[in-house]
């Protein structure tokens, strides 16, 4: 069974600029959260989605936003972007909103220059 | 105060020693909590989860104490290949909300021939 994707793996973008990242995850898990990793850090949540709806926001400007798709999958978009907003950005994805430990996608890392 | 708090390291062993890593969090709310190795440039992975009675995987051992929020560890004779970031994490299960996981810092373990 394919765990959970992500694409891009890496990303090169300019100031100022629009991102949009995006997972899949494991096939039959309903929840998708994503974390952003700054290097020397652990993940920080941003977003929680569960069964298309947003069930948690963690502490990011409104330039964060994503969505969950009827088939699960996930995006994660970032307006207007930052040289602070340069790191990891991890999908996990769970069974149930409370799933027994989450499942890491290998990340998105996003430079922005 | 940071949420989760973790030794913050480095921590140089040699093989076959025993390693323990320490974490406290402070949310009393805090219900589920887990440790996560992170690889260089890697995802997190589950290493386990850690409940009161304390549980035992091979090699590892994981130890809470709720009454002072205390989170522990331990891994006995240890390998090359446990050499990573150890991650502590901490879930408030918050009963139909979100499910954020809250990460320390982690702790870089380097384990020498």
């Not at chain 1, 964060?64 to 602070?84: H, M, T």
């Not at chain 2, 974490?23 to 009161?52: G, I």
């Not at chain 2, 446990?82 to 373990?109: E, I, M, P, Q, W």
Request: glycine letters at 8%; charged letters at 20%; one cysteine or more.
């Amino acid at each position: 069974d394919a765990g959970v994707t992500q694409s891009p793996t890496h990303l090169i973008k300019t100031r100022g600029q629009q991102v949009t990242l995006r997972c899949s995850p494991i096939s039959g898990h309903k929840s998708v959260s994503w974390y952003q990793q700054v290097l020397g850090q652990g993940p920080q949540f941003i977003f929680q989605y569960y069964e298309k709806e947003e069930r948690g926001r963690g502490n990011f400007p409104d330039r964060f936003s994503a969505r969950q798709f009827p088939n699960y999958s996930s995006e994660l978009n970032v307006n207007a972007l930052l040289l602070g907003d340069s790191a990891l950005y991890l999908c996990a994805s769970s069974l149930q909103l409370a799933g027994y430990g989450y499942t890491f996608g290998s990340g998105t890392r996003l430079t922005v220059v | 105060r940071k949420e989760v708090e973790q030794d913050p390291g480095p921590f140089n062993v040699p093989e076959g020693a025993t390693v323990a890593f320490n974490c406290t969090y402070s949310n009393s709310a805090s219900q589920s909590f887990f440790w996560y190795r992170q690889d260089c440039r890697k995802e997190p992975k589950l290493l386990m989860s850690v409940y009161s009675s304390g549980n035992e995987d091979g090699r590892f051992t994981a130890q809470l104490n709720r009454a002072s929020q205390y989170i522990s560890l331990l891994i006995r004779d240890s390998k090359l290949s446990d050499s990573a970031t150890y991650l502590c994490v901490a879930r408030k299960d918050s009963g139909g909300s979100n499910y954020k996981l809250t990460f320390g810092k982690g702790t870089l373990l380097t384990v020498n021939p």
